[in-house]
């Protein structure tokens, strides 16, 4: 199913979706106040795109010093090379640990390698500790966006779910005491977990150190209060220095919501005496995009969001309509490497404006990655008979003058004559579908130009 | 004989990489270092700032602070719970107020180096309903390229904390208090 079909489904409710753009256009807007507050900003932008491309130039190398520092601190460190290994290992960690309840903040990496119903039908007990998280998965529905996972949802949504789920009073709508009965049925899983998963957000390898960061304390409660903790994490979250992290954490609040910094920024380095940690190193198709120079750069991704809050396309289809982990113009171009003809419709949904790539705090180039994935797709023919064949036709009308004159003036005449149903044929002009077709003007540029006396030479004496 | 992940990862990553590029060099790019700019971005985000003469004005500022909190546990003080890394989750877990020493604070956002050594345990700074942080406002750097310029490593853990758990998951509408302490007061002397 293609992402302008699951759209549709999106926009039936004209509402929700003018309040979903809405208030991810205000998120961009405090994404503006915040960088504005910071002279260097561009300049910032500018070093962690060279601190990240440089990584990837000698991840090997990286990965190697970090996996030695890491193990020095006396930390378990594991290889995944895909999603069932990686969830594998998670298994055996919690098996040897003889535990059956784990605790789990957020992770965009387990997301992908579905890694929660692996568990479960192991009969494992997950909890998503993250409050969005922990919605949509009473809900069992995916998240929508990388840091706001339930903003689909409607806090009458979340009131209803709650009420289900945790008993709380049928119609009881406030954020706030909705918060509350969740930090109350959370406590008690914190108390009871005996594994805690985390993601990364970056990895130091001259320490050996993972850093994550959460609004919610989530992630160090669990971790903290678990006798295990597993972090999984991509083999592009790896930066070379502590000092480069001052680089990424002025970026990633500032460009995600508009924050000057998360509130909890934690550094996991050793485990605490009697404790166990483990790192799981995943690759899953990530030197695969490494080796694909138009699409490498995907793999300088902090996960920041700001790319969806921007996009015009992402704010009015919303996350699910991309059916892909990390959704909107970062998720189109990171989709079609993982499966090329399931995602084929994703980097044509983009008007190619470029404003996601104005926001990517490493200035990731994605909208000309997203136009490149179009070539590609276009070669490997899985894009629609259709857009094939009207790029063709249209691509040989805009080579030659004399076409493109002849197909003009037949259009406008076409505009004025032909009846408004068949101009507006959901099948013949999808363009149309929620859209006025312009007046035809009576003559073309080039006509009028033709008919407008010569200009006057240049004078010599120009000021 | 067959590659293990490890080995097939890191040839992959070697075979694929790019042409090796320069690591760039981070500068220090200054900025305002004041007690004034820090506690402005703290309040921003939701937590306090309160300043005392010197440390003996501990004991009277918490009270006048947090004169309800029954189970408080610090390591600068003798305080109504011992907490240490064996204190049972139980306990840990009635604990009202844990008053710690930070470290460094950062002026541009507002945030606190807290290094494991000064939290007794490393889930109370979370697990606690409030938490109040001591700094020594000579401590204040401006920017987090100074902060981690003074940390040469961060330890087994630490965390840098800017304010009170909180969350925006519900409808964008801003909660204080989700899982971790519901108030920070960071007590400048």
Redesign the interface.
């Known amino acids: 199913m293609s992402h302008a079909i699951r759209a549709d489904k999106f926009l039936l409710d004209a509402d929700r979706t003018t309040w979903h753009d809405e208030t991810l256009w205000f998120v961009r807007e405090k994404r503006d106040r915040a960088v504005y507050a910071v002279p260097e900003f561009q300049e910032l932008r500018e070093l962690a795109s060279g601190i990240k491309n440089h990584t990837l130039s000698r991840l090997d190398l990286y990965l190697q010093e970090f996996e030695a520092a890491a193990k020095a601190n006396g930390v378990h460190v594991h290889w995944a090379a895909d999603a069932a290994e990686h969830n594998a290992i998670i298994l055996d960690i919690t098996r040897k640990a003889g535990a059956t309840r784990i605790v789990k903040s957020k992770s965009m990496l387990t997301e992908e390698c579905h890694l929660n119903p692996f568990l479960i039908q192991h009969g494992i007990e997950v909890v998503d500790t993250d409050l969005g998280e922990r919605i949509i998965q009473f809900r069992d529905e995916p998240p929508s966006h990388i840091v706001l996972p339930a903003i689909h949802l409607k806090k009458e949504d979340v009131g209803d779910t709650f009420h289900t789920h945790l008993g709380t009073d049928k119609g009881e709508n406030d954020p706030q005491r909705l918060t509350e009965a969740a930090r109350q049925h959370l406590r008690a899983k914190f108390l009871a977990g005996e594994v805690a998963i985390s993601g990364v957000n970056f990895a130091i390898a001259e320490t050996g150190a993972v850093v994550v960061c959460t609004n919610e304390g989530n992630a160090d409660l669990g971790v903290n209060l678990a006798r295990v903790h597993i972090a999984a994490m991509g083999i592009e979250k790896i930066i070379p220095r502590l000092s480069d992290l001052g680089v990424f954490t002025r970026l990633l609040a500032r460009s995600a919501t508009g924050q000057p910094v998360t509130t909890y920024t934690s550094h996991f380095a050793k485990p605490a005496p009697g404790k166990e940690m483990h790192i799981v190193i995943v690759d899953n198709g990530r030197t695969q995009q490494l080796g694909r120079p138009d699409f490498r750069a995907s793999l300088k991704c902090i996960r920041c969001g700001a790319c969806m809050n921007t996009c015009p396309v992402y704010r009015r289809s919303g996350g699910h309509s991309y059916d892909f982990t990390v959704p909107g113009p970062i998720g189109a171009i990171l989709s079609p490497n993982i499966d090329m003809k399931k995602h084929s419709s994703l980097p044509f949904a983009s008007t190619l404006c470029g404003s996601c790539t104005d926001v990517c705090p490493v200035k990731i180039d994605i909208h000309t990655q997203l136009y490149k994935w179009r070539q590609v797709l276009g070669e490997a023919n899985e894009i629609p008979a259709s857009k094939k064949w009207g790029m063709k036709f249209m691509g040989r009308v805009l080579a030659s003058t004399r076409v493109y004159g002849l197909g003009g003036q037949f259009a406008r005449k076409a505009l004025r004559l032909l009846p408004h149903g068949l101009t507006h044929a959901p099948s013949m002009n999808a363009w149309a579908v929620a859209r006025e077709l312009p007046e035809a003007p009576k003559q073309s540029f080039r006509e009028w130009y033709a008919k407008q006396p010569a200009p006057a030479a240049p004078s010599k004496t120009s000021a | 004989m067959s590659l293990?992940?490890?080995e097939?990862?890191?040839?992959?990553?070697?075979?694929?990489?790019?042409?090796?590029?320069?690591?760039?060099t981070?500068p220090d790019?200054g900025g305002e270092a004041t007690v004034e700019r820090f506690t402005t971005?703290l309040t921003?985000?939701g937590g306090t700032v309160v300043r005392m003469g010197g440390l003996q004005e501990l004991g009277e500022t918490l009270q006048q602070l947090f004169p309800e909190a029954r189970n408080v546990a610090s390591p600068l003080f003798r305080g109504t719970v011992p907490v240490n890394?064996e204190t049972p989750?139980?306990i840990?877990?009635e604990i009202d107020l844990a008053v710690l020493p930070g470290e460094i604070g950062?002026a541009?956002?507002?945030?606190v180096w807290l290094p494991e050594a000064n939290m007794l345990?490393?889930?109370l700074?979370?697990?606690t309903q409030h938490l109040a942080l001591v700094l020594d406002q000579r401590q204040i750097v401006a920017?987090?390229?100074q902060?981690?310029?003074q940390?040469?490593?961060?330890?087994?853990?630490?965390?840098?904390?800017?304010?009170?758990?909180?969350?925006?998951?519900?409808?964008?509408?801003l909660?204080i208090?989700?899982?971790?302490?519901r108030s920070l007061v960071v007590v400048l002397y």
């Open positions: 293990t992940s490890r097939r990862i890191l040839a992959a990553a070697k075979a694929n990489k790019p042409e090796e590029l320069p690591l760039p981070v790019f971005v921003g985000i890394r989750t139980g840990l877990a950062v541009e956002n507002g945030c345990h490393r889930a700074p979370t697990i920017t987090m390229h902060a981690y310029a940390l040469p490593h961060t330890g087994g853990y630490g965390k840098f904390v800017a304010g009170p758990s909180k969350t925006a998951d519900i409808e964008q509408s909660v208090g989700a899982h971790g302490a």
